[in-house]
């Protein structure tokens, strides 16, 4: 036996060499062993794949690919970056780590440059440690300050054959059962981490934030664990006092039979939904299933720019998370059997809105500063042809509404065309000036025991109310203000469902000091603003005069130059600041070059560092020169119009200074609500040079310029934007002939100075 122990003895330094052993990456290399990557960057090509739909999984071909059982692989914090331009993230192509096998663990890596940074397929109990897969695929983005553009809106309704990989990912993980995420980071995408049939899996201590898209997606997985994760600023189709569309970025999306996960402890502020969960395609069509049973409990998911929860055509549980600033705190639209206990919900438009719910319960949930507290209805009629309408009862009935507190909410409870909604239990109303709003008729409601507290005259208004006068002998009005408004809130131990939390669950909160507020959901074409580089953002315009923020880092900034500028408020400062220019008009653009100082390291928008002390250049620029069109719209039958449509006589015709269109019917007298095509045309005159110009349509559109075709894109399609580089210089005519299938139709035109 002592002889075994001395050749294990001696033999142990050679196998734990052999298990650490340092490799250094090349293209397309397979590991099949524990290792350790010699510590370096490694640019390496991206394939060409574009994950065009279907896609072909067996296909798939990576710069790096892992395969085995049981085996770990250590970076180092190596780098792995794809050879492309980084300035044009939405040209990345690729995959860079390929995952194959069991138990398999990547820990320190960085990814950098690919559509998607890592794929795995069956790879239970994989394991991704401290990996930053961030600055890989993104689009650009369409929408500018003063509107949205409709090809920014994102679909994720359907993903069975993996349609999701057209929007990129850091993480992209297929049916891995009991997986691990922790302490992983990813900004600067458009989606960090997309899990498709993936179940029990833990992911935890993340930093997926700031990105276009989403922080986490699920689409059919169930009985996962997401906690302790930064999530915040997963946004798009924002621009604070102009539009709040959000354009369905989420911090965290559950789609499609996702049911019993554990959603605790994130902060997922300032995304375009806190939370957004959507029963599924197949729900609707059949009105079986949903995303049930899921517990969201303890997140903030504040500064929406839409909803900071959103729950449909589902039953769950949603306990104890704090949803402040948001157009709507929670959207519950066709839920059932719900629970809405404990949460604290201020300063939304409406605090909780649900149509066409049955048997859910709000209880216990305090609401402050909303205009509208709860709000509960439903429709005349429902959409034919929806199965889930047909096969289900929509009827708005059966809710309880128990102990909650409402103290200076406008309009505490507004419920119309439902059934049997009781309001009983000690609800508390304080600051309202109308506790109960019933635009129409409701059936069997009650309103049972309830305080309310006010002025004189607002109480009796109260007992004015119909609909509260039949119960006056068992409310409660008070002449004043509440001793203790809060404690209807106090929930009993037995009531209590709290979820433990990690035990190196980090507690994710946004730093003290950090911006927050909407007016800091900041988006230009490559996403939102993440505050670690200074911006000239463009505040408003009024006439040829423009206002702008200088925002970011603290540092020295002054202006390098000047185009298509008459005057300017200052040349020079420190950030923040805030200036003004008066625009030349006779110019067709105005550019502004900002050169910034500043005594930290920066993070440029594609992720290079600047180190502290060193210049960096930013800029403004925006071409305003103004095309006079002529519009032109015809009706046509068949499935498209015919080649030689703009030949015949229009149906009708305008001038517009802006090609800009949304149409959701008819979009004049005489026009098709359906197929109709449009001829738009201009000329002008332009200072030499190359421009660019971007294209938005649904349907089709062709682009003439001085009658050469240069785009065609004359097919049915969701909305889509096409960019094209032009030489132009002296007089030209620019004409667009574009059609409308069925449905929403749009048409945008955009010309710029090209880089």
Known sequence: MKHYRLILFLLLPILINAQNTEITLTQGMVIRKSCLVKTDQYILEAGAETYAEPVDLSALAATITIEGDGITVDFKAAELRSAADITRPDKFTGLAILIKGKNITLKNAVVRGFK???????????????????YNYRPQLQSIREREDFSDWLSYHHNDKDEWMRYGAAFYLKNCRALTVK?????????ALLLTGCDEGTVYNNFF???????????????????????????????????????????????????????????????????????????????????????????????????????????????????????????????????????????????????????????????????????????????????????????????????NVFLEVRKPLKISNSENISINGENLFFGFENVLETPKPNEGMKFLRNDIYGTKEQISAVWKNPSIADSKNVNFSHIGEPENPYAALDIPFSELHEPDSLADGMLAVLPDGFPQGRQFIIVDEWGPFDFRRPIAMLDTIAGNIYSFDLLGPSGDWRISSLKGVKTVSAKQGTIPSSITVERDPAADAIEILFSYIGPQTITTVFGEKI??????????????????????????????????????????????????????????????????????????????????????SDDGARLYVDEEMILDH??????????????????????????????????????????
Not at 183 to 191: P, V
Not at 251 to 275: C, K, P, R
Not at 716 to 743: C, M, N, Q, S, Y
Request: net charge negative.
């Open 116 to 134: 998607i940074a890592l794929f795995a397929n069956g790879a239970d109990n994989l394991r991704l440690e401290n990996c930053d897969f961030s």
């Open 183 to 191: 302490g992983c980071r990813a900004t600067g995408n458009q989606n």
């Open 209 to 403: 934030h700031f990105n276009s898209g989403l922080g986490i997606g699920l689409y059919k997985s169930s009985r996962n664990k997401l906690m302790h994760n930064m999530l915040d600023w997963n946004v798009r189709g924002y621009s604070h006092d102009f539009y709040a569309r959000g354009q369905d970025s989420a911090g965290i999306l559950l789609y499609e039979q996702s049911n019993e996960n554990l959603i605790a402890f994130n902060s997922a502020t300032h995304s375009g939904d806190g939370l957004f969960l959507w029963a599924g395609q197949s729900t609707m069509d059949s009105g079986e299933g949903g995303c049930n049973d899921n517990f969201i409990y303890g997140n903030d998911f504040s500064r929406a720019p839409t909803n900071g929860i959103e729950v449909t055509f589902s039953r769950n549980k949603i306990q104890g998370n704090l949803i402040q600033e948001c157009t709507y705190g929670i959207w519950g639209g066709y839920s059932y059997e719900s629970t809405f206990m404990g949460n604290l919900i201020a300063t939304c438009k409406t605090g909780i809105a649900i149509e066409h719910g049955q048997q859910n319960t709000i209880s216990r949930n305090l609401f402050m500063g909303d205009s509208t507290g709860i709000n509960l209805w439903a429709r005349e009629s429902q959409p034919s042809d929806w199965g889930y309408a047909q096969k289900r009862d929509t009827r708005n009935r059966d809710g309880v509404i128990d102990r």
């Open 611 to 696: 180190a502290a002390g060193r210049p960096y250049s930013f800029d403004f620029k925006r071409f305003e020169k103004k095309l006079n069109w002529q519009v032109k719209y015809f009706n046509y039958d068949g499935e498209m119009p015919a080649e030689n449509f703009s030949s015949e006589k229009p149906v009708a015709e305008q001038s517009v200074d802006e090609l800009y269109f949304a149409w959701w019917g008819k979009p004049a007298e005489g026009v098709n609500e359906d197929k109709f095509a449009t001829e738009s045309s201009t000329t002008f005159d332009i200072a030499p040079g190359e421009y660019v110009i971007h294209l938005t």
């Open 714 to 755: 004359w097919n049915v399609h969701e909305p889509a934007t096409d960019e094209i580089k032009v030489t132009l210089g002296g007089r030209h005519t620019i004409r667009i002939e574009h059609f409308e299938a069925g449905g929403f139709s749009t048409l945008g035109f955009r010309m710029g100075v090209a880089d």
